[in-house]
């Protein structure tokens, strides 16, 4: 879920070998990328009219399939936006150990992304466009109830939430 304020938000799941994930915005098109061998991959284009500076909610998701080719469903605001077979899936012994959320791993101050971004949730399971409309619904202030099962649930008193400098 994302409120773009600047449209070259990116992010990134790759392994150290440079294989992997990555999602960025060029105008209005998000561009999702499979990079099987590094330099090389696929990319599909979603086309939608976003705006600056308005809250969106942009589920991707990936739907496996053993004897066809696998989809990509991308729905924005719960709606469908984009569909589309895709060999998405990228095979490695290696773990996604590089995790960019909003900048590149260079953190060049004109490829970060500036703004507000709400929560990000990655399930292990493709969900239906029912389960993420209903998601959408609960709005840009929610807080989920999603919780990892190592997670402390305990909230913390307001003198340790404050940064210090």
């Not at 990936?62 to 569909?83: A, D, F, M």
């Not at 260079?106 to 992304?113: C, H, I, P, Q, V």
């Amino acid at each position: 879920m994302y409120s773009l304020a600047f449209l070259e938000v990116k992010v990134r799941f790759k392994t150290s070998k440079g294989i992997g994930y990555t999602a960025h915005f060029v105008g209005n098109c998000l561009v999702l990328t499979s990079i099987k061998i590094k330099g090389k991959g696929f990319q599909h284009c979603v086309k939608y009219e976003f705006q600056p500076r308005k809250w969106y909610m942009i589920a991707i998701v990936y739907i496996y399939n053993r004897w066809t080719k696998s989809e990509i469903k991308c729905l924005v605001n719960g709606q469908l936006v984009s569909n589309t077979d895709m060999a998405w899936f990228v095979s490695s012994n290696e773990p996604f150990d590089k995790c960019y959320i909003g900048s590149t791993s260079e953190l060049e101050r004109s490829k970060t992304f500036c703004g507000q971004m709400a929560a990000i949730y990655l399930f292990n399971e493709a969900l239906s466009s029912q389960q993420i409309c209903a998601i959408h619904r609960m709005g840009a202030g929610y807080k989920s109830q999603f919780r990892f099962e190592n997670e402390n649930a305990t909230s913390l008193p307001d003198m340790q939430k404050k940064v210090r400098n």
